[in-house]
């Protein structure tokens, strides 16, 4: 274990020795701000131009839609990080050849492995909650409005990124780095597009529709934990607003997820990072 | 770079029950190894054994299977069929690893890091203890003549610098085998003096070394036996006298070389190589050259000179590489 912890340290070091934690760290604060400065100043016009009791509601619900893009947008950012971070998680070095001197060591392959998952699960799991938790905080300071159940909405978000960049680490133990980028953006907009194909499914009643939409989303799990994720965002007048335009929206849910799906969400990594470690200790180096 | 010093790194207490038991085997037992790509088979049915405390010299032209054997003996690449053992153990046993340097062909690395946390790291991976790191770390600095330049970060060093900070690295858990892959292809000569030095140093310490490369004069001056490897087959070994001085050999230099002095040579020894006016001749005893001297004239033929010949590595490399690709 202290060598994977090991590798996880170099890891995280190399990810500051290369400007990535800095530079994301400045980007993210610009973007929190930008959101901050929008967020008041469309509260501020709501404010001036409604006046009646009804249309109060409808600023409410529209400020709750702002929290909820201002998340979507961060969640997509996280998942734009987990796959850039771990695209060349072993693929990188393997071809260059810098890998070759670490693995004439003492150490297992799944120790490598492991450690640099670790580390980029660390970077991603605790940026997609900084953020979506700053994200939060703004609404809630501007506008008051108060995510109702902030955990499991981050630790949804949070199981997302595990996916993605367990996928992506899986991908590089035998795919050359620029073609497992190519396949892991492929695959996440393909996710994106299973919660599309399942929001218009149910919206139409159409089961096939759905089924095929539910299907690739197991296999592509991203986009139907954050919605589950979104779920937790919304209050209850505007779970109401959104059940009425039901499929309007095709990046929220109007129900909390299921069991299943939460356990699947924390199984599928796993699955998959047994899957990166048997390739990855049998391959040629 | 400095001398070794003779303060030295115990072995670990888990390393301990093993330790005994490879005492006695082989640094390096190759046995049927056979590796293929698809349809490219990059070893043959190699065999090879290197003694402990030998420095064994692996020679070979590009792509003649040296570094596929290196990577089969760091558990890198998986045989396709065929043994691989290290002190005894499995090359692929994670084990076998705790007792080998390596430092690779065109070795690259962390550049982001200094040299002194490449070296941190390579020893806290090799299971070196923060005390044992803490000394043997500026020693090996020293060792590899980068004594005041561990701070720097890799980025900044030199092409010879980087292969010197790879050595250190290869070397600091002071191991009892090192693979060293062309390990002088980037230095200046004296750069390549300086490692040959640490070589030999090592190696008085009992060090056994695995010397890939295709610079036969260093292997000639390093290595007490080589083995020569073409296209994945090992087409000579032995003792690095005794290939030199193998089978003797003649110059003959006369007036004409034709197809008849060519049948009477013939008789005496294998032509190796001729010109208009030489015959090179291996022969099995070098005084048949006085018996040569009296049978030319009488054909016919006017002998200028007639030398016995001492062969070079370079002589022998090239007459079994060049004789496979005829």
Same mark, same amino acid.
């Given at each position: ?37 929008a967020?008041?100043?469309? !509260? ?13 509601a ?9 929290t ?23 693929s990188?070095?393997?071809d260059?050849?810098?890998?070759h ?5 003492p ?34 300071l501007?506008?008051g ?20 960049? %367990? ?11 620029? %073609? ?30 759905l089924?095929l ?20 965002? !919304? ?5 109401a607003? %959104?059940?009425?335009?039901k499929?309007a ?8 997820? %299921? ?27 | ?25 082989l ?56 043994q691989?053992?290290?002190f ?16 690779p ?11 002194n ?7 806290d ?5 923060r005390?044992?790191r ?51 292809s ?28 295709h ?11 080589v ?46 190589s ?29 002998v ?15 007459g079994?590489v060049?004789?496979s690709?005829?």
């Open positions: 274990m202290s060598k994977t912890l090991r590798i996880t340290r170099l890891t995280l070091k190399e990810a500051m020795s290369r400007r990535l934690i800095p530079a994301g760290i400045m980007v993210s604060f610009l973007y929190i701000v930008l959101f901050a400065v967020y008041n100043f469309a !509260q501020d016009r709501g404010v001036q131009v409604i006046t009646g009791q009804r249309s109060r409808l600023v409410s619900i529209a400020m709750a839609s702002l909820l893009s201002g998340l979507y947008i961060v969640n997509l950012l996280a998942g734009f990080l987990a796959l850039f971070l771990s695209v060349g998680a072993v990188t070095e393997t260059s050849g810098s890998l001197a670490l693995l004439a060591r150490m297992r392959r799944s120790q490598l492995l492991l450690g640099r998952w670790l580390a980029y699960a660390l970077i991603c799991s605790v940026y997609v909650s900084v953020m979506a938790g700053l994200v939060m905080i703004v609404a809630a501007i506008n409005y108060i995510t109702p159940d902030p955990a499991p909405a981050i630790g949804l978000m949070v199981l997302a990124m595990l996916f993605l960049v %367990t996928l992506s680490v899986f991908g590089s133990t035998f795919l050359p780095t620029a %073609t497992n980028g190519a396949v892991a953006f492929t695959l996440f907009g393909l996710g994106w597009l299973s919660g599309v194909i399942q929001v218009l499914g149910d919206t139409l009643n159409n089961a096939s529709l089924n939409g539910v299907t690739v989303g197991m296999f592509i799990p991203s986009d139907m934990l954050w919605r589950s994720a979104s779920y937790y965002v !919304q209050s209850a007048s505007v779970l607003a %959104t059940n009425v335009f499929g929206l095709p990046i929220l849910a109007n129900a909390p997820p %299921t069991p299943g799906l939460v356990m699947w969400g924390m199984l599928y990594p796993l699955l998959l990072l047994g899957g990166a470690t048997f390739i990855f200790s049998r391959r040629d180096i | 770079m400095q001398a070794v010093s003779t303060r030295s790194l115990a072995d670990r207490p888990t390393d301990l029950g093993t330790v005994a038991a490879r005492e006695s085997a640094a390096i037992e190759v046995t049927g190894l056979r590796k293929a790509y698809g349809q490219h088979v990059a070893l043959h049915d190699l065999n090879l054994t290197v003694e402990p405390g030998e420095v064994f010299g692996f020679l070979g032209p590009n792509g003649a299977g040296k570094t596929t054997t290196i990577k089969i003996l760091l558990g890198l690449v998986r045989p396709t069929s065929g691989a053992r290290v005894g153990l499995p090359a692929s046993d994670p084990g076998a690893r705790r007792l080998v340097g390596y430092l062909e065109n070795f690259r690395l962390q550049d982001w890091l200094t040299g946390e490449l070296l941190e790291l390579h020893a991976l090799a299971n070196l203890t005390e044992e803490a000394w043997r770390i500026p020693e090996v600095l020293r060792l590899v003549g980068l004594g005041d330049r561990g701070h720097e970060r890799l980025q900044s060093y030199s092409k010879g610098m980087l292969q010197r900070i790879g050595l250190a690295q290869a070397i600091v858990h002071n191991p009892r085998l090192l693979l060293l892959d062309e390990p002088t980037a230095l200046d000569p004296i750069g390549r003096r300086e490692v040959r030095d640490l070589i030999r140093a090592l190696s008085s310490r009992g060090t056994t070394v695995f010397l890939n490369s610079l036969l004069s260093e292997v000639e001056m390093l290595c007490d036996r083995a020569i490897i073409d296209r994945g087959r090992v087409v000579k070994s032995g003792r690095l006298d005794d290939l030199v001085r193998g089978a003797p050999e003649l110059m003959i230099t006369l007036d004409c070389v034709d197809a008849d002095v060519l049948a009477v040579l013939g008789r005496f020894g294998r032509v190796l001729h010109d208009l006016t030489s015959v090179r001749l291996g022969v099995t005893d070098a005084s048949v050259a006085s018996v040569i001297a009296e049978v030319l004239p009488r054909s016919g033929y006017r200028y000179s007639l030398v016995p010949v001492q062969r070079s590595l370079e002589d022998v490399f090239m079994l060049e004789g690709r005829l």
